[in-house]
């Protein structure tokens, strides 16, 4: 059980204790303020106040983030002896349409996460902007899938609400209109 | 020894979203497509659960395990900032197939490749950082 993918009846809960065990701690639940932390890490208080803040105060996250990757590495070397997601046939139709032959046999898509991958510009450069939009986009919006759609939702916030919606605005022309013009042809 | 329980506390959300598979570029996409209910169900069971017990540690006043008073902050007002933003992170959710939490989770998980994405959301974040007074809010 513990070896074969978890289903979303027991991820969800468990997410929400997670959120709720770091608001008992008296922190909260939020991924994408470290990418904030990381700026004010590698110096960019000097270029804006905005990234002047004190770190200590931040310490507690960049120890949660920590633990996310330990946890990564057991999850994918301890827990899991097959990466193969399965995901649903229409979806691995889909996707070799837009040439993934990769679908339903990797966790990852080995077209865009692998070393040979990287070699190719157009893949780096995807990535690359495929991370500032989220990284920018968070920090605009104030929040991500933990901080909005977990923790903002959880405590019935307006304001996560519209950022919600606008996950899947970008989601859904990322996947339905963009994709063809990137990957297709 | 608090930090002890930070690290125990993200260990513990690495395995449930890498086990899961909320860290997969290849479930974001399908959430996207509606070809299947799992992403949903995660999400949806979380905030179900969620919203309990926010409203209990809400309502009941507890304090924290250390004692002290719980305060969950509301967020600013606002419109354009949330939608504008929501929507450019979701364009780049659905890109790289990882929001923050799962970036992280998928370094540990030896995907390298993800670094660069990493790099990338750091580099957005301090832009933001740059342009912020200029950008609506």
């Known amino acids: ?185 | 020894m608090k930090s002890v329980l930070y690290i125990i506390v993200g260990t513990f959300l690495g395995v449930i979203l890498y086990k899961s598979e909320a860290a997969s570029w290849f479930r974001i996409y399908e959430m996207f497509q509606f070809d299947s209910f799992h992403m949903y169900g995660i999400i949806g069971s979380a905030l179900a659960v969620g919203i309990v017990l926010v409203q209990w540690i809400k309502r009941s006043q507890v304090r924290s395990f250390f004692g002290e008073p719980i305060r969950i902050e509301e967020k600013e007002r606002s419109f354009a900032r949330y939608i504008i933003g929501g929507t450019l992170f979701g364009l780049g959710w659905a890109l790289g197939g990882a929001c923050p939490g799962p970036i992280y989770i998928l370094v540990g998980a030896g995907y390298w490749p993800i670094l660069i994405v990493l790099f990338g959301a750091v580099l957005g974040a301090f832009v933001y950082g740059f342009l912020r007074d200029k950008l609506p809010h």
């Open chain 1, 1 to 185: 059980m513990l070896y074969q993918p978890w289903p979303w009846y027991i991820a969800g809960p468990l997410i929400a204790l997670v959120m709720s065990v770091l608001i008992l701690m008296g922190k909260r639940f939020g991924m994408s303020s470290n990418l904030e932390t990381f700026c004010t890490i590698g110096g960019a208080g000097k270029f804006t106040d905005y990234f002047k803040v004190d770190i200590k105060s931040k310490r507690w996250n960049l120890l949660v983030v920590l633990g996310s990757v330990i946890g990564g590495f057991l999850g994918a070397n301890v827990l899991s002896p097959n990466p193969g997601v399965q995901i649903s046939e229409k979806t691995v139709t889909k996707l070799n349409e837009l040439g993934f032959e990769s679908a339903g046999t990797a966790y990852l898509p080995t077209e865009l996460f692998s070393l040979e991958a990287l070699t190719k510009p157009s893949v780096l450069i995807l990535l690359l902007v495929a991370g500032f939009l989220v990284g920018f986009g968070t920090r605009y919006a104030g929040g991500c899938t933990s901080g909005h759609a977990i923790s903002g939702l959880s405590n019935l916030q307006r304001p996560s609400l519209i950022a919600v919606i606008g996950f899947f605005i970008g989601g859904l022309i990322m996947v339905h209109l963009l994709f063809p013009l990137i990957f297709g042809s």
